[in-house]
Structures are given as structure tokens and as C-alpha cells.
């Protein structure tokens, strides 16, 4: 009777070379998803313009922009949003860089940039539904020199006022409604509010 | 040392289809899948607002008062409308194709004022030709010309200010999704625009003196 040739010398042999080939292929296979996943993080592959603590993808679902920036929103779980008359501005942390806390007071100042419309909203990071708060330009009181001050706080102020969730950290979101093409590429250098701690307690 | 060269190449090339399946496939799958998701559960051609579990799904960052709705286009065999009354509001609507990116996003500046008529038609590329079917505005009617047999619509509508919520939700529901008679016999662009229709004969003159 034969004896298979995985049992032979030169079988084992084979047999290991195959399994260095596996956890070769397996090894960059885990490697290349990984880094998939980092590079839709890197701000200039997804295509993310950073101006103090805002950040938006004014590239988002064209069909020219590079992949990353489309992985970018799937990866969210989430359509990219209509590359528009409009823009979405995300700001999780203060100018200073650190976490919108609950704990804290901010006050966001600054001139608004010249849109049709705006509505800044409070988002809590961990669920998608409609905002804790907003503020729409309808209902915002300027300043005479026509800038904007806002608070926000867990507890009641006079004038602009966006009521935060008291202990948990949240998301800042900013939509712009009436943007032209050209705008929407330079309103980022043209400085947005500025987002300032007060105090914490 | 070739060995180890050999090795090496091939966890490169593992890690680089990987990388660039994931990267080019993933938006595409995941599109495709919302898609035929939605088809499932909410049908074609029929408008539905959202809320709940699709607006969360759809939806980043909702805005506050908006209302929205969607449409999963099916084009192959007939245009689709969306028609309703003028929102009084300013309103978006998206066209997302299969793969996940944006074919159109048009809002309500750009359409005449009053209701809303919009009208989707297939028009497959043809690539022979290479002309593209560009929007039209037909009487009161924009037309979007779509390459892709079928596509995702999504309206959003924002009232000016929030005392206006409750009558841009009321106008939202008034909005329909329809599957209307195709206007042109080809579906192909440049073939339709090159096939000519036939005109009725002109009557032989009688000769003159015959009564």
C-alpha cells in the first residue's frame, strides 16, 4: 500500500510551504483592510477641510472625488451628504482641541459666513436622531457690527442660547444652505465661529 | 534571500487588493444594498416620508423641523414623476445612483416656483454616440435624464422658520411618486433624438378644374 504523499518528506514539505503561503496571504490581507480603514481617517485622502474645530467633506458623494472620501461616509453607516447649495460642518472638540464637554460652558463667536440660510445643531455622537438643541439665523439675535454670539450651556442664558446635555460629550453641527460651487471651496478659509471655553464646573 | 523577496511581493500584492477591493467595493455594496433594502421595504415608485429607523439610517445629522422623504426610482420601463404642491419652504432633492455617488443635486431655486414637477428618465449612454442627456425644463416640468435604471431619491425640505413645520409636513404628504407614459418611444438619448417621427402624407393636389 502507498503511503500519501503528505506523509512522506517531501509532502511535509509541502504542506508547510503552503501554510507559510496562507499566513502570508491572510497576514496582507488583514494588513490591507486595516489600512483601508486608517486611510479613510487621513484628512487629505477623505477630503476633509479643517478650519479651527469645523471640519466638513465639501467633496462628499461627488463622483470624481477620490474613493476614500465615499468609503469615509459608508463607513458611518450613512449616505454622503448632497454636494448641494450646502454644507455640513462638524466640530467635536473647542479651538484649544479639546472634547465639547457637558461640564463645560462655550461660547461660539464670530461672523456668520453669507448664506441663505444656517441651523447649528447639538447632536449626541452616540445616536443618530434629530438634534438635542438648534439654533436656526431665523431666530438668532446679531450684534449690532452683525457678528453672533452663542452659548452654549447645560443651564439657561439670555440672548443665543443652545442648551447642551449636562454630563456627556456632544457634536456640534453647522448647515449651510445656499452656498454657490464657488464659495463652498474657499468658506472654510474665510473663518468660521470661533468655539471658546468659558468655564467648567 | 529570494525566498524572503518572494514572500514579501506576495503580502504586498495580498494587502493590496485588499486595500483597493475594500476601498472600491465597500461605498458600492453598501449603496447597492440600502437600495434593494428600501426597495423591499418601502417599494418602488412610491414616495414615502421618513422618520424612525430610515431617516436614521439615511441620515447623518438630521436638521431640526426638516421633513424628509424618499423614492427608489425604477426607471427601466417607465419615467417616474415626483409631482405635489409648492412646499413653501427650501427644499433638496438628491439623486443617489447604485453605487452610492450623487448624479443630482437640485434644489428649489433651481426649479420654476409653484408645485413641484419633476420628472426622471432612463436614458442609457450611448457610448458610440458619446452625447449626454443633459436636465431639461419642459413647460413647468424639469427633466432629469439618468443613465442608471434605477437610483435613490431623497427630498428634504427645511421651513424658514419652525412655526412653519407643521405646513411643510402637511405639504410633504401631498407628494407623489408616479410611474407615468414614457414621452419618447427609444429609451437611448441620441437614438431617440435621431429617429425621426413619421409625418402624416400631404394630400395630392387635385389638378385644377377637377371638382
Known sequence: ?201 | MSRFFQLAGLFLAAALVAHLAYVLLLPRMAANALLAELHQDLGGNVFHRLDGKWLRRIVRHPVPEAAYGVCVLQLKDHPVELTGPDLRSQWAVTVYSPRGDVVYAINDRLVPEGDVRIRFEYRALDSSMGEIALPKLKEKTLVLPLQQASALMLLEAWPWHPGQTPLVHRLMKRLRCHAVAATRPARSWPNAAAQKVPMPRPRPKRPAGVP
Open chain 1, 1 to 201: 500500500m502507498a503511503i500519501p504523499a503528505v506523509y512522506t518528506e517531501g509532502g511535509a514539505k509541502v504542506l508547510r510551504e503552503l501554510l507559510i503561503i496562507m499566513n502570508v496571504l491572510l497576514l496582507g490581507l488583514i494588513v490591507g483592510l486595516w489600512s483601508a480603514r486608517m486611510t479613510a481617517d487621513m484628512p487629505a485622502l477623505a477630503g476633509t477641510v479643517q478650519a479651527g474645530a469645523w471640519r466638513a467633506w465639501p467633496r462628499a458623494g461627488v463622483a470624481d472625488a477620490l474613493p476614500y472620501a465615499h468609503l469615509r461616509h459608508y463607513l458611518d453607516d450613512a449616505l454622503p451628504p448632497s454636494p448641494g447649495d450646502r454644507l455640513e460642518l462638524v466640530a467635536e472638540t473647542d479651538d484649544d482641541g479639546r472634547p465639547l464637554s457637558g461640564r463645560c460652558a462655550y461660547r461660539l463667536s464670530g461672523a456668520m459666513l453669507p448664506v441663505r440660510n444656517w441651523i447649528l445643531a447639538v447632536h449626541d455622537p452616540e445616536r443618530r436622531e434629530h438634534p438635542l438643541a438648534a439654533l436656526q439665523a431665523a431666530d438668532a439675535l446679531y450684534r449690532p457690527d452683525g457678528t453672533l454670539h452663542i452659548l452654549l450651556d447645560p443651564h439657561f442664558q439670555t440672548g443665543n442660547w443652545l442648551q447642551t446635555p449636562r454630563r456627556a460629550t456632544y457634536r456640534l453641527v453647522l448647515h449651510l444652505f445656499g452656498i454657490s460651487p464657488l464659495q463652498r471651496d474657499r468658506i472654510l478659509g474665510a473663518g468660521l465661529l470661533r468655539i471658546t471655553r468659558v468655564d467648567c464646573s
